[in-house]
């Protein structure tokens, strides 16, 4: 609060004079029909986004050049306000010509930079630009219909924050690296929550799996235990005690580190992991794990996942451990 | 031409109003409380404004009118006065009123439950109004206050004061009701209704901003809101705003006079039936909670396939000022309640548009004010997904969410 929020000025005012115009003369809005498509020599692909019934809803129509992949013609419909209308129009316009590959890196924030006026000055106010989300998620469900593929697959990390585009990685790491304790604190650090505000917590504008307010609890609780974790382990010294374990003791050494530390981030991906068994090459510790559930399929399970479990194991059991997936 | 359609938002002053207030700005300036001459010009037109308040209501002389900032201030003194006078001492725990009172009522309902007070919002039905019964079964023994609107913003849907005021009195309950949206618009009688308080706002019939009042019947306990002085009788301190009270009592008297009701229930009522008939005419359109028993400046209308701000966009465009609960509209992003009573996620939340009339619209400005909507709704139409071109192949999914 302060002199600036007194006077709460109309949000329309914070348009961009390219929101504007775009919202009064779309260049874009149309559709395509079959026959238009064919004579392109190319296939038609129509993407729904949203619903009426939540405020805004979309339309994508691309046709796509049968041997190249580009995207020839490119028109929207769309049911929201202005500032919808015209991410739509400016993401449409940003399709054309480009291949569906490239089309599909286009973000949000793509759109929401090519509706500015000048370049640090945003084209809507904070509230507005969830508008050119679903801009985006538009042209993710079309790719995914030229290509087959379900739209989440072109999304390889989870965006907590759509508007910002931060990621639950991000998030955890900056509330910890920073030692962040409020809400603010986060939004400040990462911007995430600073624009629609749907993410901070249940009850905004939009439903979302996770929030950041319980983001922020389940990661404090984290770097509560691990300070708890890393006390016990200063006075214990694991490594030495793990080359005197029986193979019983050693599997519930290692399942607790895997219970604790490794378990829940997998599971947040929907997989799953299981020992198989630990066997002495000494100077090394083999241990062999099953990936279960989303984990079975994933390509990181022979990279950096695979790195992730290992140096965990390395760090709070013993130096020597190296994991091999069966 | 611009048209002004907002007037559930604010209303222009009138001219007259406005002649009445200008004295009191520099010529008969003293404090009413003052002794000497300065002081005691201002009373004459005071009085004649309270002779106005309490004849526009129909208020007992032994009753208080007591003039406030706004109709906010008498809402959050009604709801915290019951708190202090019936809850703290431990005698009562409980307020009833509906999911569909202005956020002056709810906000303060809501303070109140972080205060462990047990708060009832009615639920409305499909019309948009509450059945008086249910005020009845949601009475308690430790009830120390209702309080339900006398018309609502968004639909303008008149509630059913007289058959709740007798289920208060029966049941020994304090009965209070935000009349903001009902003076002058129809005739609001507190004595014929059997309401111990209600809430007004000058702004909302041609009067000024920051200027408001609320009416106490004799024998209702509710304690100063505002401590510092002996103004009006010791129930509110704080130097009397002259000027605004005289203006108000005077747009009382222009707008709940015979002549006005019947103006504003004939004329009014007939532009805006004329305006909703022409926008009835286009396909896919429905006036949302009804059109029986309104306020007759008010309709509420949803135009499927037209978000409710771009269609504000287009009407801003052309010079017409409308208003709209959709969420899309707000600062917040909160669809306002009354749209959330009729289902958030239903269209009706995201498509609802609101007209509301005064007795400053003309017949021209009407006829105007519907070719535009007609524009705005073939253009916004024509963008629209809900009536985008489905190829043979495609099905679509936009109805389906």
Redesign the interface.
């Given at each position: 609060m302060a002199k600036n929020d007194l006077v709460s000025g109309s949000i329309w005012d914070e348009y961009s004079n390219i929101v504007t115009d775009r919202m009064n003369n779309p260049q874009h809005q149309g559709e395509i029909k079959e026959e238009e498509a064919e004579a392109l020599n190319a296939e038609l692909i129509v993407a729904d986004f949203g619903a009426e019934s939540c405020g805004d809803a979309v339309r994508l129509y691309w046709a796509v050049e049968k041997n190249t992949d580009k995207i020839v013609a490119s028109k929207f419909k769309s049911f929201g306000c202005g500032t919808a209308i015209a991410s739509s129009d400016i993401m449409t316009e940003l399709c054309l010509g480009k291949t569906v590959d490239e089309a599909v890196k286009i973000t949000n924030i793509d759109v929401e930079k090519a509706m500015r006026d000048r370049p640090d000055v945003p084209a809507v106010p904070p509230q507005k630009m969830h508008c050119s989300v679903m801009a985006y998620d538009v042209i993710k469900k079309a790719a995914g219909q030229y290509k087959g593929v379900d739209m989440e697959s072109f999304e390889t990390e989870f965006i907590v924050c759509e508007c910002a585009r931060v990621t639950l990685d991000t998030l955890k790491e900056v509330i910890k690296i920073n030692k962040l304790s409020t809400l603010e604190q986060v939004t400040d650090y990462t911007k995430a929550g600073a624009f629609c505000k749907s993410c901070i917590k249940e009850g905004g504008h939009e439903i979302k799996d996770i929030y950041l307010m319980d983001i922020l609890d389940d990661t404090l609780k984290e770097m509560e235990q691990d300070k708890l974790k890393e006390a016990a382990d200063t006075t214990e010294s694991g490594a030495n005690d793990f080359a005197k374990m029986t193979i019983v003791q050693r599997i519930k050494a290692v399942d607790a580190v895997i219970e604790s530390d490794i378990r829940p981030m997998l599971i947040m991906d929907g997989g799953d992991m299981e020992v198989v068994d630990i066997k002495e090459n000494m100077p090394h510790y083999d241990l062999y794990i099953r990936y279960l559930g989303a984990c079975s399929t994933c390509s990181t399970g022979s990279t950096g996942t695979l790195y992730a479990i290992e140096s965990v194991l390395k760090q709070k059991v013993d130096e020597n451990m190296r994991v091999l997936p069966i | 031409m611009e048209v002004y359609l907002d007037n559930n938002a604010t209303t222009k002053v009138d001219p007259k109003v406005l002649e009445e207030m200008l004295p009191f700005f520099c010529d008969i300036y003293g404090n009413p409380n003052s002794l000497h001459r300065f002081g005691a010009g201002t009373h004459p037109k005071m009085l004649e404004a309270l002779d106005y308040l309490y004849e526009g209501i129909g208020a007992a002389d032994e009753d208080d009118i007591v003039i406030t900032a706004n109709a906010t201030e008498a809402n959050n003194w009604v709801i915290k006065g019951a708190w202090t006078e019936y809850i703290l001492n431990g005698d009562k725990n409980h307020i009833i009123t509906s999911e569909v009172e202005h956020p002056a009522i709810t906000a303060t309902c809501k303070f109140l439950e972080t205060q462990g007070v047990d708060v009832t919002y009615l639920k409305v039905n499909e019309e948009g109004v509450l059945d008086a019964k249910s005020v009845k079964d949601a009475l308690r023994e430790d009830t120390a206050l209702v309080s339900i609107m006398w018309a609502n913003n968004e639909t303008g849907k008149l509630f059913p004061v007289k058959e709740i005021g007798l289920i208060c009195k029966t049941a020994g309950v304090p009965f209070h009701s935000d009349a903001t949206q009902a003076i002058g618009k129809v005739k609001v009688d507190v004595q014929a209704n059997d309401v111990d308080m209600i809430s007004f706002s000058a702004h909302k019939f041609h009067g000024p901003k920051g200027v408001g009042g609320l009416y106490i019947k004799k024998g209702v306990a509710l304690p100063p809101y505002m401590h510092g002085g002996e103004q009006m009788g010791g129930r509110r301190a704080g130097t009397v705003d002259v000027a605004s009270m005289v203006g108000m009592g005077k747009a009382m008297q222009m707008a709940t006079n015979t002549m006005a009701i019947a103006y504003e229930q004939n004329h009014v009522g007939m532009l805006r039936d004329k305006l909703e008939k022409a926008i009835l005419k286009l396909p896919d359109t429905v006036v949302i909670g009804g059109k029986e028993n309104r306020t007759p400046n008010t309709t509420l209308i949803s135009i499927?396939?037209?978000?409710?701000?771009?269609m504000l966009?287009d009407l801003?465009?052309n010079g017409i000022g409308a208003s709209t609960g959709?969420?899309?509209?707000s600062?917040?992003?909160?669809a306002n309640p009354v749209m959330n009573a009729f289902g958030s996620?239903?269209?009706l939340?995201?498509?609802g548009i609101r007209f509301s009339l005064s007795r400053f619209n003309t017949e021209e400005q009407i006829n105007y004010a519907i070719e535009q909507i007609r524009n705005a709704v073939i253009r916004l139409r024509?963008?629209?997904?809900?009536?985008?071109?489905?190829?043979?192949n495609?099905v679509?999914?936009?109805?389906?969410?």
């Open positions: - | 499927r396939g037209v978000e409710g701000e771009s966009w801003n465009q959709s969420a899309c509209a600062e917040d992003l909160e996620d239903s269209e939340a995201h498509t024509g963008i629209s997904s809900s009536y985008a071109y489905t190829p043979r495609h679509s999914e936009l109805e389906a969410n």
